[in-house]
Nanobody, 115 residues
Framework: QVQLVESGGGSVQAGGSLRLSCASS????????MGWYRQAPGKQRELVAD???????NYADFVKGRFTISRDNAKNTVYLQMNSLEPEDTAVYYC?????????WGQGTQVTVSS
């Protein structure tokens, strides 16, 4: 069983930055993909960005050029650097780890962006 713990959320004004961290209790080296998702009130959970075991990144169109996903395999941690935040980015952000057989999710961290 892998546990994922997100941190780094908070409240910022539009244009500000936050860095989310996702610490895994298991090795992320063998994970196929590590990703960040978000869910705003009344909306479905959506992919923000993910990164493969080989380091290939994938971003949702609405964050391209503003957010950067990265991973530190030695620390079993994945990061999401969020710049130029907009009120529309307000949501609970979740970390996910996809392995060959199983998938794990964190509890989420709240990000609130005020105008």
């Amino acid at each position: 069983q892998v546990q994922l713990v997100e941190s780094g959320g908070g409240s910022v004004q539009a244009g500000g930055s936050l860095r989310l961290s996702c610490a895994s209790s298991g090795s992320i080296v063998i994970a196929k993909t590590m990703g960040w998702y978000r869910q705003a009130p009344g909306k479905q959970r959506e992919l923000v960005a993910d990164i493969s075991s080989g380091g290939r990144t994938n971003y949702a169109d609405f964050v391209k050029g503003r957010f950067t996903i990265s991973r530190d395999n030695a620390k079993n941690t994945v990061y999401l650097q969020m710049n130029s935040l907009e009120p529309e980015d307000t949501a609970v952000y979740y970390c996910a780890a996809e392995y060959i057989i199983e998938e794990y999710w964190g509890q989420g961290t709240q990000v609130t962006v005020s105008s």
